[in-house]
Each structure stands twice: as structure tokens, then as C-alpha cells.
Antibody, heavy 123, light 110 residues
Framework: QLQLQESGPGLVKPSETLSLTCTVSGGSISSNSYYWGWIRQPPGKGLEWIGSIYYSGSTYYSPSLKSRVTISVDTSKNQFSLRLSSVTAADTAVYFC???????????????WGQGTLVTVSS | QTVVTQEPSFSVSPGGTVTLTCGLTSGSVSASYYPSWYQQTPGQAPRALIYSTNTRSSGVPDRFAGSILGNIAALTITGAQADDECDYYCVLYLGSGISVFGGGTRLTVL
């Protein structure tokens, strides 16, 4: 069974860079059928797609966050990572990693999710 | 900027039927947006219910049905149960690798 697990600091200072890693187990990140992405949820609010990456390194970002986001992949470690720069309190959220299908059946659905990790932006 | 719209909240009686909707501030939702629906209970990751407009994920009861109604995507829950009370999100694929979540609907069963 595929599993995704987020890891990284739970506290980041304002103006600094948030960095998270998602480790994939039970399957290969180097599949041509899936994209790997990040989604966040501020406390008490809705979900927001941040961006996704293909194992080849092709990236797709939310237009509203594009100037601050970098997503990268390390196929040797079966991991992908998120960097969000110049953070403010508005970036405080639970960050989820998830797999997005790129298959004829189930195209664009987020079918596997990590449990999420809370990142608080505060001095 | 494209915004995906959902009702902020909805209420349904136990055993009743409710239809949650997912629209676009500009334009119509069609199957080419590959609408999908997710269920989220407090403190948990979302769970995929419906994808590609109307296909149920494995293990999802047939009480949940997705469709396109005119210019919106819809999630219909029939025979509502107490444990259906949670948040529901739709997601649309806009193309060029971009997905957008709706604001979510909090469903109350009472």
C-alpha cells in the first residue's frame, strides 16, 4: 500500500523559508502515471493546491504562490520537497503531500495523501 | 484568477438527500475539468470520493454520486447518515498541470 509521509520543521520564523519533504513508500515516485504535489490548509479554513511535480522534474505551481514556491524531486530517495520563501503568518497551515493521477482512468484525482504536518510561522 | 465556488454550508435531515455544487466564477464546469470530490473529517487528510465527474473511488458507497448539472458539477448524497457530517471539497483541473480546490462545504446532518 502506498504511503506518503511529510517531515520538516513545525515552526518557521517570518520572512524565512519553509522547507518540507514528503517520503513515498510502497511504490516508486518514478512512475509516468502520477504527479506528486503539495496542498495546504490554514487552521479552520479550506484546502489550497500549492503545486505538483513529475518525476522528471517538470513542475506546476499555483499562480497565487508561484513567485515563492519551489518543488523538487529526488528519485534516488523516493522523495519530493517543498520550499516556500518569505513566509508570513498567513502561511501557517497543515501541509499535505499527495499523489495526483495522470492516467486515463482517474485523471487528476488526488488518490493518496500524507497525514499532514502543521507548520506555524511565528517569531 | 479562476475561483471554484461551493456552498459554505448545507444541512440535511437523516435519511434525506442533498446535492452539493461546484461551479466556476467565470465559465461552465464540464467533464473536461475532471471534477473530483473529497470528504474530510476533522484532523484527517481528505479522502477521495468521486473522480472524473462520476466515478466512485474504491469502497465509497453508492449513496454518493457525482454528476454535471447544467454548468456545474454536483455531489448528491442520498440516505444521509450521521457520519456523513463533515467537510466536502471539489477540485477542478484547469489544464496545464493546475488544480484548484473549491472553498469547501460543511455538511450538517440533523
Amino acid at each position: 500500500q502506498l504511503q506518503l509521509q511529510e517531515s520538516g520543521p513545525g515552526l518557521v520564523k517570518p520572512s524565512e523559508t519553509l522547507s518540507l519533504t514528503c517520503t513515498v513508500s510502497g511504490g516508486s515516485i518514478s512512475s509516468n502515471s502520477y504527479y506528486w504535489g503539495w496542498i495546504r490548509q490554514p487552521p479552520g479554513k479550506g484546502l489550497e493546491w500549492i503545486g505538483s511535480i513529475y518525476y522528471s522534474g517538470s513542475t506546476y505551481y499555483s499562480p497565487s504562490l508561484k513567485s515563492r514556491v519551489t518543488i523538487s524531486v529526488d528519485t534516488s530517495k523516493n522523495q519530493f520537497s517543498l520550499r516556500l520563501s518569505s513566509v508570513t503568518a498567513a502561511d501557517t497551515a497543515v501541509y499535505f503531500c499527495a499523489r495526483r493521477a495522470h492516467t486515463p482512468i482517474g485523471f487528476a484525482r488526488f488518490d493518496f495523501w500524507g497525514q499532514g504536518t502543521l507548520v506555524t510561522v511565528s517569531s | 484568477q479562476t475561483v471554484v465556488t461551493q456552498e459554505p454550508s448545507f444541512s440535511v435531515s437523516p435519511g434525506g438527500t442533498v446535492t452539493l455544487t461546484c461551479g466556476l466564477t467565470s465559465g461552465s464546469v464540464s467533464a473536461s475539468y475532471y471534477p473530483s470530490w473529497y470528504q474530510q473529517t476533522p484532523g484527517q487528510a481528505p479522502r477521495a470520493l468521486i473522480y472524473s465527474t462520476n466515478t466512485r473511488s474504491s469502497g465509497v458507497p453508492d449513496r454518493f454520486a457525482g454528476s454535471i448539472l447544467g454548468n456545474i458539477a454536483a455531489l448528491t448524497i442520498t440516505g444521509a447518515q450521521a457520519d456523513d457530517e463533515c467537510d466536502y471539497y471539489c477540485v477542478l483541473y484547469l489544464g496545464s498541470g493546475i488544480s484548484v480546490f473549491g472553498g469547501g462545504t460543511r455538511l450538517t446532518v440533523l
